[in-house]
């Protein structure tokens, strides 16, 4: 497979030549070469390994604005494309409208960074077992965690391969040149191969605190949340995508779901945070409610976190940053100076919340001021045919706050969950891609939604009813207001509705529409917010295509989806 698959690690260190007027001198050997074959020996180099691994999460633009962003909710329902005018990024305005390119840049990136983790997985899984004889003073115990961090992490990797492009090459090994030409697996062998790892994983990886300080390493939680979604998933395509060939061997696995979920929900790891009306001191201000908080760099690795990204701002520039992108490609793009005129400052503006969003959210839910910023709700009744703006605020430089101006939002929206404060990175940034906010992959309160979703399909509708409303409940005690009131009944729609307002604007809305079919019902026929009509094809535009060069790369043994091709 001539992929971005390629034979990781072969890290070359060369010692000093000392060099004089000998016989060495004509025939020198490096007295210190270190490859593959010699690598993984020592601990200290099983550790690098999985360094080596983790990594990869921070691959410019890959895994936030890419994935997240425009690969999953601008595909989808709740993100426009943005831009100050309609194609001022023509990549994400072709993915927005479901028109996707072979060759844009963001399937590349995302393809080739999953699988270079992937091969760096495969490396560490195949050799960190012969470290134990290798190297006299091997802690074996935390030699099989490290061999379960990278199984977690291959897991992970995989699994956001299938949300995105479906079917793709199955690769458990370090491939030999025979194998660099492959070509796409069935969705359910993936699946199996993510199944075991998670289970590996679980059976030897610590529960969360169990790392000290190494906040960002998988945990045994990571990995039986990761497990619940993945269940969570396969049963619904077995469910409910009863028409595509290629769910066909998808089985039903509710209850592994709820089981999984639930080991989580009773470890005591977990925290709804904010749920008993707790407050916090961040740069957003002195009593920041518990979901807002979440949200913030102050909140990086609270316990609502059950695996993130982890971001820092070290001040380097574009390739050198360890940081997220979507700060910067999302927050407000202009402000109101102090004339009233509409000023352009340093962000985006991309990715905006769509009306259809914004409608979507109770009047009253504290969790709308987090997620989104508006200008008016789209919802509301308006006063004598006046609607009154909404004076949301943005901080700028100097920890200035400065009134957002929509005049250049199709949507009159822009995201607010990746928001950073004027002094952690506007004031000295030095590239994009460099927000210190970590990025939630996986949250306490999805594995609720999913232990929801579970029970409900189990037709356990109590059990159902008391975790959907968990989930409200802390969305309650973040405001004032009352909203969401508790459910007294739980159907389908109410899940939908609540994924869609709790995990908004982080990356699983086009996923679930696909798992639930209910993209074509959604998504065809309808109307941007920029008045372009999407048209979705059934059996096309559930998964984005390949890359066009892997296509080529793979010597015909690869082939599109049919409508990709």
């Not at 699983?508 to 372009?532: C, H, I, Q, S, T």
Request: aromatic share 12%; glycine share 8%.
């Amino acid at each position: 497979m001539k992929m971005n698959i390629i034979k990781y690690l072969v890290l070359l260190l060369f010692g000093m030549y000392l060099i004089g007027c000998s016989e060495d001198f004509l025939n020198p050997v490096p007295p210190a070469v270190l490859n593959e074959g010699s690598f993984y020996r020592t601990m200290d180099q099983a550790d690098q390994a999985l360094t080596a691994c983790y990594a990869q999460f921070n691959a410019v633009g890959a895994w936030d604005k890419d994935l997240i962003m425009t690969l999953s909710d601008i595909t989808s329902d709740d993100e426009e494309a943005g831009g100050d005018f309609v194609n001022e990024v023509p990549g994400a305005e072709n993915i927005n409208r479901l028109t996707t390119e072979k060759t844009d840049g963001s399937l590349d990136n995302v393809y080739g960074t999953l699988f270079r983790a992937i091969a760096l997985c495969n490396a560490a899984i195949t050799r960190l077992p012969g470290v134990a004889d290798a190297d006299p003073e091997a802690d074996i115990d935390l030699l099989n965690k490290r061999i379960g961090e990278a199984k977690f992490l291959r897991a992970i990797n995989y699994l956001y391969l299938t949300f995105v492009f479906g079917e793709v090459p199955l690769v458990d090994h370090t491939v030999g040149s025979s194998e660099y030409e492959l070509g796409r697996a069935n969705l359910k062998d993936i699946y199996d191969l993510i199944e075991q790892d998670l289970k590996d994983a679980i059976a030897v990886l610590p529960e969360r605190g169990g790392w000290g300080s190494e906040h960002a390493r998988a945990t045994k939680g990571a990995a039986q949340a990761l497990l619940a979604r993945m269940c969570l998933f396969e049963s619904s395509y077995h469910q409910y995508c009863t028409d595509d060939a290629r769910f066909d061997r998808m089985t039903e696995r509710w209850a592994d779901a709820l089981s999984y979920a639930e080991a989580v929900i009773t470890s005591g790891k977990y925290e709804l945070v904010g749920i008993n009306g707790e407050t916090y001191n961040t740069w957003r201000g002195a009593e920041t409610n518990g979901f807002r908080y979440v949200f913030t760099s102050d909140g990086d690795f609270c316990p609502e976190g059950i695996f993130e990204i982890s971001c820092i701002q070290e001040w380097l520039p574009y390739i050198d940053a360890r940081g997220n992108s979507l700060a910067h490609w999302t927050t407000a793009r202009y402000y109101y100076d102090e004339n009233y005129v509409s000023t352009y400052n340093q962000r985006w503006g991309l990715g905006l919340p769509t009306r259809s969003l914004l409608a979507e959210f109770e009047d009253g839910d504290p969790r709308l001021e987090t997620t989104i910023a508006y200008e008016y709700r789209f919802d509301s009744v308006n006063v004598g045919g006046i609607w009154y703006p909404k004076n949301d605020t943005l901080q700028i430089g100097n920890a200035r706050w400065v009134p957002i101006s929509f005049t250049n939002s199709v949507s009159k929206t822009y995201q607010r969950k990746w928001e950073c404060s004027s002094a952690e990175y506007w004031d000295n940034y030095k590239d994009w891609c460099c927000a210190p906010n970590n990025v939630r992959l996986i949250r306490y309160a999805e594995v609720y939604l999913i232990a929801a979703e579970a029970a409900l399909a189990l037709g356990q509708t109590d059990k159902a009813l008391g975790y959907l409303n968990k989930v409200r409940e802390r969305a309650r005690m973040c405001g004032t207001t009352g909203a969401p009131a508790p459910l007294t009944s739980v159907t389908f729609d109410d899940i939908v509705h609540e994924r869609r307002v709790e995990l908004a604007c982080e990356g699983l809305r086009m996923f679930d529409l696909v798992r639930w079919n209910l993209a074509y019902e959604l998504l065809n026929n309808k109307p941007n917010d920029d008045g372009y009509v999407k048209i979705f094809n059934k059996g096309q535009n559930e998964f984005q295509p390949l890359p066009e060069r892997e296509i080529t790369l793979s010597g015909g043994k690869m082939r599109q989806y049919p409508g990709w091709e």
